[in-house]
């Protein structure tokens, strides 16, 4: 008599389960996670006289608040070196050196990052470099 052998199952985990689990999990954290708004630094202006100017349509706007950190056209860089400065700066230029380019810095932010940010101007090519400055008070 000629007997068969009966074949072994593979013992197995199906992961299936497990995948929808952590998909789950990631869709919920993505949606409940809230990211925050760095676009806004608090900012000093200095003093100075002079008369207001209108803003121009199209400018490249640099931010630089007292620790030395720069928002270029609303757009926060993630560090402060030069490298990043320009790169950022030609990004929003667009090659088109005749556009204003105005600085806001704090007035408690160390004079190094605002002539890095006019020297970077300058190896751009920007002729047209403008400061932010509030009215001088009478109190002084």
Do not use: C, W
Request: glycine letters at 6%; aromatic letters at 6%; zero cysteines.
């Amino acid at each position: 008599m000629k007997f068969q052998r009966q074949r072994s199952r593979e013992v197995g985990v199906d992961l299936t389960p497990l995948i929808d689990v952590v998909f789950l999990l990631l869709i919920f954290l993505m949606v409940s996670t809230t990211l925050p708004d760095d676009n806004h630094l608090n900012i000093q202006l200095p003093e100075a006289d002079g008369e207001p100017v209108t803003a121009d349509v199209e400018l490249i706007d640099l931010v630089v608040n007292a620790e030395g950190h720069y928002i270029v056209n609303g757009r926060t860089l993630i560090n402060n070196r030069r490298e990043t400065l320009e790169q950022a700066i030609r990004d929003t230029a667009g090659g088109n050196d005749e556009l204003p380019f105005v600085i806001t810095a704090d007035a408690r932010t160390a004079h190094e990052f605002v002539i890095r940010a006019m020297d970077v101007a300058g190896k751009l090519g920007f002729t047209k470099i403008k400061f932010t400055t509030d009215p001088t008070s009478d109190d002084s």
